[in-house]
């Protein structure tokens, strides 16, 4: 069965850190670009960071550059959001996320990120 779980979000005050955690299983997880996605009350799903099967290549939207980084651990099917700096304006679900052929995607189950001012 293809999973991704997501964990690690939470509730903290603007300036404060949050590692957000994604494990994934059912697939040969070290040949999939994995990315990082969020979803904010009444807004569009957005991408927030993604990263190549090698972990070589990463890439952040630029709302969070200089602040968040990916990175992932292919022994053990693990792909990470360190998130600095935090402001009100991250506060959202993120999601995890992977393709699953041409036209599937297979999404995490979401954690919550608040950040209070």
């Known amino acids: 069965q293809v999973q991704l779980v997501d964990s690690g979000g939470g509730s903290v005050q603007a300036g404060g850190s949050l590692t957000l955690s994604c494990v994934a299983s059912?697939?040969?997880?070290?040949?999939?670009?994995m990315k990082w996605y969020r979803q904010a009350p009444r807004k569009e799903r957005e991408l927030v960071a993604a990263i190549s099967p090698s972990g070589g290549t990463t890439n952040l939207a630029d709302s969070v550059k200089g602040r968040f980084t990916i990175s992932r651990d292919n022994s053990k099917n693990t792909v990470s959001l360190q998130m600095n700096s935090l402001k009100p304006e991250d506060t959202a679900v993120y999601y995890c996320?992977?393709?699953?052929?041409?036209?599937?995607?297979?999404w995490g189950q979401g954690t919550q990120v608040t950040v209070s001012s």
């Open positions: 059912g697939f040969t997880f070290s040949t999939h670009n």
């Open positions: 996320n992977t393709a699953w052929g041409p036209s599937i995607n297979i």
